[in-house]
């Protein structure tokens, strides 16, 4: 069992629907990522939270909006997605707040956006 | 910019070895990573490499030139739960991680 929990694994919306990605992870760790990966590509750094701030944001749509409610849990709320916005949604965390590269990652919300 | 090279799949056979290559051209260097991805499971940390030469980690070792921009992963005795995918990743001098594409490696009986 990973200690990085996503909720759902699986999710399929409309590009006018509203959903939200839900991240929990049980490690204590102070830092906490969403990454998006799609076939073939390299994982793309979406947002990183470092003690329930977010200290980066990199160029993503407005569409994709994250919450940091506490150190253990993260949320990607979604609305009106574009179909390209299918692919593998990765949550994950690591310990310290400098990326030292280690991390810790959960199983990914498979999306898919019709 | 930066950029991180791997073959995109390779196929080998149980019980054989295998390298698995990357290359990479980042601005700085804090180390090299390689992660494991089972179809759909998380990627798992495998190595780091900061300083040159080899790492070795029971089946799997991983090896650096940083002067060559040059890693590989070296699995041996390969077991058909060796297939997955193979992420290697470097850390800038920013501490940002750049990331390969990955190397799906099918292992055949």
């Known amino acids: 069992e990973t200690g990085v929990t996503q909720t759902p694994r699986h999710l399929v919306m409309g590009m006018t629907n509203k959903k939200s990605l839900k991240c929990e992870q049980h490690?204590?760790?102070?830092?906490m990522y969403w990454y998006k990966q799609s076939a073939k590509k390299p994982l793309e750094l979406m947002f990183v939270?470092?003690?329930?701030?977010?200290?980066e944001n990199n160029s993503v749509p407005s569409r994709f909006s994250p919450e940091c409610p506490n150190s253990s849990h993260l949320f990607l709320h979604l609305h009106t997605l574009q179909p390209e916005d299918s692919a593998l949604y990765l949550c994950?965390?690591?310990?310290?707040?400098?990326?030292?590269?280690?991390?810790?990652f959960g199983e990914g919300s498979r999306l898919t956006v019709l | 910019g930066q950029n991180i090279d791997q073959p995109t799949e390779m196929t080998a056979t149980e019980g054989a070895i295998v390298q698995i290559n990357c290359t990479y051209q980042?601005?700085?260097?804090?180390?090299l990573f390689w992660y494991q991805q089972h179809a759909g499971e998380a990627p798992t940390f495998l190595s780091y490499?900061?300083l040159d030469g080899l790492e070795e980690k029971g089946r799997f070792s991983s090896f650096l030139s940083r002067s060559k921009g040059y890693s590989y992963l070296l699995l041996k005795e390969l077991q058909m739960k060796d297939s997955a995918s193979y992420l290697c990743?470097?850390?800038?001098?920013?501490?940002?991680?750049?990331w390969g594409a990955g190397t799906k490696l099918i292992i055949k009986p």
């Open positions: 939270y470092n003690f329930k701030e977010q200290t």
């Open positions: 490499n900061v």
């Open positions: 994950a965390s690591s310990q310290g707040t400098e990326n030292t590269g280690e991390l810790f």
């Open positions: 990743a470097v850390l800038d001098s920013n501490y940002q991680l750049i």
């Open positions: 980042t601005s700085g260097f804090n180390g």
């Open positions: 490690l204590g760790h102070n830092a």
